[in-house]
C-alpha cells in the first residue's frame, strides 16, 4: 500500500513556472503507474499528465508543450514541472498511483497540492 504526499503548489503569475513534488513511501515505488490528476472548482477532474514504470508519458491536449512528468525511483518521487501556466490551469493538483500490473483506475492518492494562476 503506498502513501502519496504532494508538495510545490502556490501563486504565480500567468507564464510563470512550478514544480510539483509527489513523495510516495510504503510500496516498491518503480512497480507503480503514476499520474497528475486536477480539479477546479465545481469542474470534473481530469487528467494531466501520467508515466508508466518504464517511463513511458501520457498527456492531456491542453498541457502538451508546457507539463513535463518526470519520476526518480531512487527517491521515490514523481514530479510535474509546469511552465508558461495559464489562469485555467488553476486547480488542486493530485498525485495518483495504481500497480502496473493491474489495469484500472488510480486506486491511491495524495491530499492534493494548489496551484493559483493568475
Known amino acids: 500500500h503506498v502513501q502519496l504526499v504532494e508538495s510545490g503548489g502556490g501563486s504565480v503569475q500567468g507564464g510563470g513556472s512550478l514544480r510539483l513534488s509527489c513523495k510516495a513511501s510504503?510500496?516498491?515505488?518503480?512497480?507503480?503507474?503514476m499520474g497528475w490528476l486536477r480539479q477546479a472548482p465545481e469542474k470534473k477532474r481530469e487528467g494531466v499528465a501520467a508515466?508508466?514504470?518504464?517511463?513511458?508519458?501520457t498527456y492531456a491536449d491542453s498541457v502538451k508543450g508546457r507539463f513535463s512528468i518526470s519520476r526518480d525511483n531512487t527517491n521515490n518521487t514523481l514530479y510535474l514541472q509546469m511552465t508558461n501556466l495559464k489562469s485555467e490551469d488553476t486547480a488542486m493538483y493530485y498525485c495518483?498511483?495504481?500497480?502496473?500490473?493491474?489495469?484500472?483506475?488510480?486506486?491511491?492518492w495524495g491530499q492534493g497540492t494548489q496551484v493559483t494562476v493568475s
Open positions: 495518483a498511483a495504481r500497480p502496473c500490473a493491474l489495469r484500472g483506475q488510480y486506486n491511491h
Open positions: 510504503g510500496a516498491t515505488f518503480w512497480h507503480y503507474c
Open positions: 508515466i508508466d514504470s518504464d517511463r513511458t508519458t
